[in-house]
């Protein structure tokens, strides 16, 4: 019902910024909550944000004052802005999308590589 395409991954030095894109398709008038996880090499998935239809947000301990979460007037674009990047933050981040029948959707994933 509902389709998410990743994109904005790459290669960044230490201290850089980079700012990743989640298209949504289908269903988007379902949703009511979407999101950013990572996997690093050898960790479990995190949460890294959400944020909901009404615009509120949520950030791991990890990420805030680092990363901003936002979305399209439209609802159908979010974007994780990451800035200040550090090699922990190395890792598969996949776009998240949750219905208000508690269905959730994912997106293939990104790499996002920061280097020392």
């Known amino acids: 019902q509902v389709h998410l395409v990743e994109s904005g991954g790459g290669l960044v030095q230490a201290g850089g910024s980079l700012r990743l894109s989640c298209a949504a398709s289908?269903?988007?008038?379902?949703?009511?909550?979407m999101g950013w996880y990572r996997q690093a090499p050898g960790q479990q998935r995190e949460m890294v944000a959400l944020?909901?239809?009404?615009?509120?947000?949520n950030y791991a301990d990890s990420v805030k004052g680092r990363f901003s979460i936002s979305r399209n007037d439209a609802k159908d674009t979010m974007y994780l802005q990451m800035n200040s990047l550090k090699p922990e933050d190395t890792a598969v981040y996949s776009c998240?999308?949750?219905?208000?029948?508690?269905?959730?959707?994912w997106g293939q994933g990104t790499q996002v590589t920061v280097s020392s």
């Open positions: 289908g269903s988007i008038f379902s949703i009511n909550v």
């Open positions: 944020i909901s239809s009404g615009g509120s947000t």
């Open positions: 998240t999308a949750k219905d208000y029948d508690w269905n959730y959707y």
